[in-house]
């Protein structure tokens, strides 16, 4: 099975899978008339909607205006003040909750065959968040400042963002995947100067060398004047004198004092960036009321969260380093007093059950998971599911590509037990929070389709003069009208955020996906309109993996297209020009230089953008004005038949002896 046969096999498909009685009588939201007639007044009255679910949230002074609006520019909650982090802590402490668990994280490596857990409480996340917000002030951070962040999945890390957020520090995730030169990359865009990381991470028993990895790119760059560094693995790493110091020292005896600065709706939170059609990724802007607000209703909604629940327990696998993270284990979690879990480490360590086993021991209630993880536990085999206890579970969540039928229904079955609304969100890091989605209490699903837009989102398909088209034709998905946590630029570069989001379809907003509406009025996501392509849930730029290959020695150009992959839905396929005489396929020399060339895009990206495939050749079939004919190269790497016209090559051989290369 794979993603494209999916696609296919997508206008087929016919199963409905409506809530369960008992579920729906229990939602937020309990049938599809009352979303329809809650999302017909969400869109008829946007401002009174979003003043409403606003006022559930707290504000040191309240808006003047909702939502000043002049394309591509919004302004919300004009007027108010507010902070995200008294929301997701201080709020309930002064409820008189401060003793309940907001964060349960898990650890890896399991110490002595039990696995390591700690249950953070309002409390103690508002003495160690002030402390670190502390710690942050003593070098010189102040508000609107950009703080770099690599670390790995510990808690300090939503300590540390909890932090910046609480003083106003503007935050930069990177994910602790990354290595070295995207570090750099984001230091500078970002021109900052404190940078917080780990001695190192775990993943499946191994040390991830984070702060090694943070060194390497100081190198490159001279702007941090500071790196704080958490002792997580106790590997040996060079501390700079002046430069670096550990956490446990600089927060040993600082005052626990600090409370929440007063932060303007429209002041930056954070930037995280994410990758564009052209090499440089894009450092997305995210700001304060609009983000908390659409975070926390999505959150409530999607997942039907349950405050009042004590065994409510909610469990996003995702890294905190993607924007799945930010809103989906922090942001929008902690505004609804649910308790949130944290995992460090791998789904296959110590076994391929990991998931299965955390779930039956903390009897998660709502989980929210990738496509590509699926799959991975589809072919890793059902027994390692069925040896758990999974009764815990109410809503199943996915996220972050297209998820095949079969997959769905895996998941529906195996894991859900036939008895958990599935919800399939659509929506991206420039979204800030659920756009497409079903709502569990209400939506009647169908496997692969990301349902029905979310309250307050106007979406449609549209053709490129922004006339919607028919039900089952394809086109471009568009959102028509503002929503809060859209983004409100990329950093640094308005020119790139009007012409990537704001011109394709003049005057809404382009996400740059396909998608089509069927006649129930359901959506389903067709694929990247653009260079952009979802490997195992994570978009990369293929131009920032095709600079990487060509900054190897032994390449002179290099072409990088999307196939599709039984586990990672899309897998990475390049075609490599050789400086030298191309080796012979299948030769040990051409065997090395592949594993040359994939280890360097791993060095310089980080391991998720290593190709899965490498052809080298002499040339690549360009047009005759000298277009790479990445449609063509497509098919190649599909092993499909080539049925398109190839007329208009150049050197019409070359097609051939790529098929034979692979
Ligand atoms: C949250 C996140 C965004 C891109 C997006 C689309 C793809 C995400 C999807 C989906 C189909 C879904 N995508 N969710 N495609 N169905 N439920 O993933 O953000 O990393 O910015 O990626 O991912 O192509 O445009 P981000």
Redesign the pocket.
Known sequence: MSGAESTESNLQENRRFAPPAEFAAQAHIGSIEEYEKLHSRSIAEPEAFWAEVAEQLHWFKPWDKVLEWEAPDAKWFVGATTNLCYNCIDRQVEAGLGDQVAIVWEAEPYADGQPQVVNLTYNDLLREVSKFANVLKSKGVQKGDVVTIYMGMVPELAIAMLACARIGAVHSIIFGGFSASAIRDRVEDGKSKLLITCDGSWRRAKNVPLKANVDEALEMTDLIENVIVYQRTECEVHMTVGRDHWWHDLMDGISDDCPAEEMDAEDLLFILY?SGSTGKPKGIMHTTGGYMVHTYMTSKLTFDLKPDDPDELYWCTADIG???GHSYIIYGLLPNRVRTLMYEGAPNEPGPDRFWDMVERHKVTKFYTA?TAIRAFMKWGDEHVEKHDLSSLKVLG??????NPEAWVWYHEKIGGERCPIV????????GGHM??PLPGATTTTPGS?CRPMLGIDAAVVNSDGEEVPNNSGGILVIRKPWPSMLRGIYGDRQRFVQTYWEKVPGMYC???GARVDPDGNFW?T??IDD?I?VA???LGTMEIESALVSHPDVAEAAVVGFPHDVKGTGISAFVITKGAVPAPGSDAAEAMKKSMSAHVAKELGPISKPDQIRLTEALPKTRSGKIMRRLLRDIAAGNEIKQDTTTLEDRGIVEKLQASG
């Open positions: 994410t993607w924007i799945t496509p996915t996220v972050g590509e297209p998820i399939d969100t659509w929506w991206q890091t420039e979204t497409l989605t990301c996400p740059a996906d996501i694929g990247r952009v979802v849930g994570h978009n």
